[in-house]
């Protein structure tokens, strides 16, 4: 039997932070047990998971995902780990949702989760790095600091963006991190505090950066037969685009796009049949404040040069032409790697199903959410419907 | 447009074995020409990859999906690292099957690759342990060779199995692996030497181990239209089952099986329409010899308790009841972790073919490989057809 649509029929999400109380298991569980409760089943409804966890060092620990499988209760169930560096939440829920469609599952349990804050941020900031080219790019010093850094200073040059421009994207993500009880750092900052934090790697200072952070997020997504018995408000996952980038940087034809995601958003407009004017919520890869601003470009929120522009006229605010990161993004509300994705899954339903809180826009009717792994190296885009 | 039915229409491996030579993209590129000119196809034909790689560390590498991914020439098209410990390649070719019947590609492009033998084999069991769990089981000596002479102790307790006939298995898998040209070790052996080598765990002693390895395995699956347009002889990949089980082997209820591969053939078996006595030849997981045993009995080629006489009456001989592991299996042809369920399927896809050399059976109709991670965390099973 195949379904139509893959709905998402519950959402669970950590605190993300120093979670020195949990090891990721318990993490995954914290996020798992709302999701059911969300969804109104039970453990044993599920019949299989994807779990996504980015690295084994952080954890010293190879496979997490049949310990995090086994741990919330699906012991027996199939599973696979998937992994795609920073974009890996958004992998896992793409290989959930082709599970469904396959038919070998018609009702998956996608986990993302990552503990990070333990090894210190120069020793995560290290193990990070090697997810880069470690024979070619690593060994001369590239970490992603200072490769977001090359991007901000290409971008700077091309087209004029000011490290100003650069600091209101962080303000911005403070000011609906402060409003996300899930979130990391939950304070509003000001344009100086972020102009003057201490630089990392020019043009890009502390509060450029996201945070090192420990998390989990859940998403149960079924066919469309079971969501609609499931579900009074599920949310479709209309389109799906994914693509990747030379794994060298320095390969790179441009610095100042990252093309993975005008490949990913293209398919993923396409199969959904939208255009992005029918977005009306966006999560993007903030890793760094420039991956926002060129992300605004390459999703065709604005043209190609125009990304600092957008975030002046505080386009990505909520009132604005498309509100961005309303969660607070990976700079305010954290970035566990594993996580990262399925966390922008749930901030796009929360949002669609108007359950946002305080940070809730009026009225949104298609969501997209779009994770970068790496440099680009990775990009997945989803479209979603209410 | 979606399909019916999902074949296999190339494949390419690389010599197993101590590869200095090459790093992991390396190896990966030395299996996915050969499958690119198995199939008569080229690069830009594939619409999407799935990478199997099992751990971060062997290659100080993380995120090495996207490594291999740009280095085969896949760069701007979609891919994820797959992972599920030593059933990682099987959990990939499960991936790709599910992309492929989803929708979201027509031909993909299945990678496993792992490299192992730099690290020595001291550095790589410790390795390979953290896969089990970390916190109440690898901190207290639990390595795999423990754990499978737990489970073989606990077999000849219960049902009589002899040290004598473990090594016979190793004997089988020797001669094979003596008439592969991608084997590790080309050596056929005598059962005093299997029974004489030097113990490595009561009851296991040297010759009752899989080796460690380095190599790479590729294959290129396709929907039904495109692989009858590729291929003369596409290979069906007609049933999957999957399965998993406790983390912690001291929470299961017995030692002398592994339920997980129970469940999955199972399931594997209702979905292909058939029975185990239907299966004309099949790879299983033989990680240490009593794996093998173990699975004769859990996938229904004998009774449980009777694996140690179906192997001393040759039944898992060719011209037995079920040739096994005619490519050497781990114990000979190596087990390099993420490349070895990819492996296995290339195996059975030779023999259904009839391109198995010196060690082709005669008129094979249907296959079946079995993949376990760990010791039975996870396990996968596929059936094939001609």
């Given at each position: 039997m195949r379904t139509e649509k893959v709905g998402i029929v519950g959402v669970g999400h950590t605190k993300f932070?120093?979670?020195?109380?949990?090891?990721i298991r318990e993490l995954a569980h914290e996020a798992v047990k709302p999701a059911l409760e969300d969804a109104g089943?039970?453990?044993?409804?599920?019949?299989t998971s994807v779990i996504g966890v980015a690295a084994d060092e952080f954890a010293a620990q190879l496979s997490s995902g049949v310990l995090i499988h086994d741990y919330v209760g699906m012991k027996d169930k199939p599973t696979f780990r998937v992994e795609a560096a920073c974009a890996t939440g958004s992998a896992a829920v793409r290989a959930g949702w082709a599970l469904i469609k396959s038919g070998l599952a018609e009702v998956v349990l996608v986990v993302g989760a990552e503990t990070m804050t333990h090894v210190g941020t120069l020793r995560a900031t290290e193990l990070m790095a090697r997810?880069?080219?470690?024979?070619?790019?690593?060994?001369?010093?590239?970490?992603f600091p200072s490769s977001y850094a090359l991007m901000a200073t290409a971008h700077m040059h091309k087209f004029g963006t000011t490290r100003e421009q650069l600091s209101l994207v962080s303000v911005k993500n403070h000011t609906y991190g402060a409003m996300n009880?899930?979130?990391?750092l939950q304070k509003s900052i000001t344009l100086e505090e972020a102009m003057k934090?201490?630089?990392?790697?020019y043009p890009l200072n502390l509060y450029d950066c996201c945070l090192i952070s420990d998390g989990a997020a859940a998403i149960i997504l079924a066919t469309e037969e079971k969501a609609r018995k499931i579900s009074d408000t599920p949310i479709w996952l209309i389109g799906l685009g994914a693509a990747s980038d030379t794994m060298?940087?320095?390969?790179?034809?441009?610095?100042?796009?990252?093309?993975a995601t005008r490949v990913a958003a293209e398919k993923a407009y396409k199969m959904a049949r939208?255009?992005?004017?029918?977005?009306d919520v966006a999560t993007v890869h903030?890793?760094?404040?420039i991956a926002e601003i060129v992300a605004y470009e390459d999703l065709g929120f604005?043209?190609?040069?125009?990304g600092g522009k957008f975030i002046e006229e505080k386009q990505?605010?909520?009132?604005?032409?498309v509100p961005i990161n309303?969660?607070?993004?990976l700079k305010s509300k954290g970035h566990p790697l594993g996580a990262t994705g399925v966390s922008m899954t749930i901030e796009i339903t929360k949002q669609l199903r108007g359950e946002?809180?305080?940070r809730q826009l009026n009225g949104a009717e298609i969501g997209l959410s779009h994770n970068i792994g790496e440099t680009g190296q990775y990009c997945f885009v989803h479209v979603y419907s209410r």
């Open positions: 932070g120093k979670r020195a109380d949990a090891t089943i039970n453990i044993g409804d599920i019949d997810a880069q080219d470690t024979r070619w790019e690593y060994p001369f010093g590239l970490t009880p899930y979130a990391h934090s201490i630089m990392i790697c060298m940087i320095s390969e790179r034809e441009s610095l100042t796009e990252l093309k939208i255009t992005p004017d029918d977005v903030d890793c760094f404040t604005c043209q190609k040069g125009e990505s605010y909520i009132g604005g032409k309303t969660d607070g993004g946002a809180g305080k």
